[in-house]
């Protein structure tokens, strides 16, 4: 366990800028669909949708919205960091199923969470948009400007999906995850980078609304979700491999030295076709898409909440991000994780202070009780 600086205490000049994630949480809708359930509503089967994609199951909103399932992962980022909403500076909300076009998501996120002291945009880069919202935050908080942030991917397809189409309502699903980041002493992010590419966003569209004045009025679009599954396909195959090297390079890593590969979970097929042309185990790459679906900007926090709440993730591992998907977009993250224990089950240790001596001397207390009398986190002043 490592004590880091103070809450919303600023880096001083010449001092580490880097950031860490210190909280996560996730929230599904209650509603779970299986494949049967699918192929009473679309010619397919069970079988179809395991060999082709590895989806099992998915969560449908019956109620939940965007903002309501952001706000539920957030309240539980809050709690996994030890943090209040009122000490929130920045809520970045990655979607492109948003309930409201006016106004954003993440204001209507800022408002039910209380935290009145945020600053609150949406930012949407579909199935890349967590990754790109991480980003985001990540240079804020690295440029000295804000000392945290929620960052959630929060969707609900199952508005967009035309369930007339096997071809595509299939593999999507609803939910949301996020992340609370803020500066750390120690470098968290090793390596960044995103791309787009606009000239194949047909490959994977929906339109909004039509444009109609007294002036006006054009012929609607689809309001549903249409995709070339193949071009998708191809693309994350030659696209994310490529990607996840040049964050790798930055970071001066090989792909060996990475513990996990939190991919989006789009397809099994593509995961594992991308482990492939890495020549890595596919073992490295945890999925939970077989009880998700494909939940766009929400599969990789959901994935990664999973991942730290099974306990599989330990301080000091390397994990690389990405995602991919409409418009196009697509891009990776390589980063330490720095925070370990808090649903292993066992008690924690301080180690040291990242501020050297600064630290020493300094009271600690733990500040936050697991149900079982676990400390969850620590204080020091
Ligand atoms: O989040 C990022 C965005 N999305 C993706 O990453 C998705 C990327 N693409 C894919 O995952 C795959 O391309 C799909 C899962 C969408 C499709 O798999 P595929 O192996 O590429 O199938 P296909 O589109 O080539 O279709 C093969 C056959 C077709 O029948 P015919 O023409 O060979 O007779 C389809 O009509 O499978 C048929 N098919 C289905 N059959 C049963 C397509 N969807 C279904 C279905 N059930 N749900």
Known sequence: YTLEIPWGQSAEKGESMAVKIIGTGSALP??????????????????????????GSRHISTGETVVSLAVEACEKALAHGDRKASEVQLILVATCTPEKGIPCAACQVQSLLGAAEAVAFDLNAACAGFLFALHTAHAY?????????????????????DWTDRGTCVLFG?????????????????????????????????????????????????????????????????????????????????????DLYVLHQANRRIIEGIAGRMNLEAARFPMNLERTGNMSSASIPVLLDELVREGRLQEGMTL????????LTYG?????????????????????????????????????????GIILSMRCW
């Open 30 to 55: 209650k509603k779970v669909v299986s494949n049967e359930e699918m192929a009473g509503l679309v010619e397919t089967s069970d079988q179809w949708i395991r060999e082709r994609t590895g989806i």
């Open 320 to 327: 690389v991000l990405s995602g991919f998907g409409a418009g």
């Open 332 to 372: 990776a993250c390589v980063l330490k994780w720095q925070r370990s224990l808090d649903f292993s089950g066992e008690i924690g240790i301080v180690k040291e202070s990242v501020r050297g001596d600064r630290g020493a001397g300094k009271k600690v207390q733990a500040a936050g009780w697991g149900g079982t």
């Open 141 to 161: 908080i690295e440029a000295g400007i804000y000392d945290n942030a929620l960052v959630v991917g929060s969707e609900v397809l199952s508005k967009v999906v």
């Open 174 to 258: 609803d939910g949301a995850g996020a992340v609370l980041l803020e500066r750390s002493g120690q470098p968290g992010i090793l390596g960044f980078v995103q791309h787009s590419d606009g000239t194949k966003g047909g490959v994977l569209q929906c339109d909004g609304r039509k444009l109609e004045n007294p002036f006006v009025s054009l012929p609607v679009g689809n309001p549903f979700l249409s995709m070339d599954g193949r071009e998708v396909f191809a693309f994350a195959l030659r696209q994310v491999p490529a990607c996840i090297w040049e964050a790798l390079s930055q970071a001066k890593l090989s792909p060996e030295d990475v």
